[in-house]
C-alpha cells in the first residue's frame, strides 16, 4: 500500500497571506489526524476527522482550518498567516482496527516570511 | 487524559539494550500506552502498543507491571539508526481523541 502523501512538501508565504495543505490517507483509512510541530512547541495536535468529520480538536485559533471529503482525502488551512505559523504540517491517518497506530506522511514544511 | 513523563535525554553505545521508562500515573482503565519514534525532518513512526504485561515485535519490547503507572520501551542491541526522539502516549484506543506527544526522550546512540 502506498503511505501517506502530503502536498506540497515545502512552502514559503508572506504574512497575512493564506495557505492550503493537502493530505492522502493510507488507503482503507478513514481517520486523518493534523498536527504542527515547532522547536520550541514540539509536536501540537491540530485536529482529527474521521468519515467526513471533525472528531476533534486541538487548541489553535480559528484561522487553522480543516476538512476531509468523502475519499478521505483531507486539507487544512491557515489564513492570516503569522511568522509563527512556520513549522512543519504532518498529517496521519489510522486503520479502522487499531486507530492509536497512526501512519505520518513526511510533512509539509511551512515558511511564512 | 493521563499526562506522561519520560527522561527528556538518554545516551547509549551500540550493541547495548536501551530500556525508557514512561511514568503514567493517571491512567484509565481503557486506556493504551503506544510509543513513537521520530527521526529529524521526518513524520513519528509507530513503533509498539499495549495494555499490560508484555508485548513484543521485530522492532521492541513494552513492559507494563499490573499497576499500569508506567511502563518501559527496550530497544534490543541498538545501533546508530536508533539515534531519534522517542515518545510515550497514553490514550484510548479510538477515533476522536486528542493524541497528546510531549517533549519525547532523545535517544543519542554513540558508536
Known amino acids: 500500500k502506498a503511505g501517506v502523501t502530503q502536498t506540497p512538501r515545502y512552502l514559503i508565504k508572506t504574512r497575512g497571506q493564506q495557505v492550503t495543505l493537502s493530505c492522502s490517507p493510507i488507503?482503507?483509512?478513514?481517520?486523518v489526524s493534523w498536527y504542527q510541530q515547532t522547536p520550541g512547541q514540539g509536536l501540537q495536535f491540530l485536529f482529527e476527522y474521521f468519515s467526513e468529520t471533525q472528531r476533534n480538536k486541538g487548541n489553535f485559533p480559528g484561522r487553522f482550518s480543516g476538512r476531509q471529503f468523502s475519499n478521505s482525502r483531507s486539507e487544512m488551512n491557515v489564513s492570516t498567516l503569522e511568522l509563527g505559523d512556520s513549522a512543519l504540517y504532518l498529517c496521519a491517518s489510522s486503520p479502522p482496527e487499531h486507530p492509536n497506530e497512526q501512519f505520518f506522511g513526511p510533512g509539509t514544511r511551512l515558511t511564512v516570511l | 487524559l493521563a499526562k506522561t513523563t519520560q527522561p527528556i535525554s538518554m545516551d547509549s553505545y551500540e550493541g547495548q539494550e536501551v530500556n525508557i521508562t514512561c511514568s503514567h500515573n493517571?491512567?484509565?482503565?481503557?486506556?493504551?500506552i503506544t510509543w513513537y519514534q521520530q527521526f529529524p525532518s521526518q513524520g513519528p513512526r509507530f513503533i509498539i502498543q499495549g495494555y499490560k504485561t508484555k508485548v513484543t515485535n521485530e522492532v521492541a519490547s513494552l513492559f507494563i507491571p499490573a499497576d499500569r503507572k508506567s511502563s518501559t520501551l527496550s530497544l534490543p542491541r541498538v545501533s546508530l539508526s536508533d539515534t531519534a526522539v522517542y515518545y510515550c502516549l497514553v490514550g484510548p484506543d479510538n477515533y476522536g481523541q486528542n493524541f497528546v506527544f510531549g517533549p519525547g526522550t532523545r535517544l543519542s546512540v554513540l558508536p
Open positions: 488507503s482503507g483509512h478513514r481517520s
Open positions: 493517571n491512567i484509565a482503565t481503557n486506556d493504551y
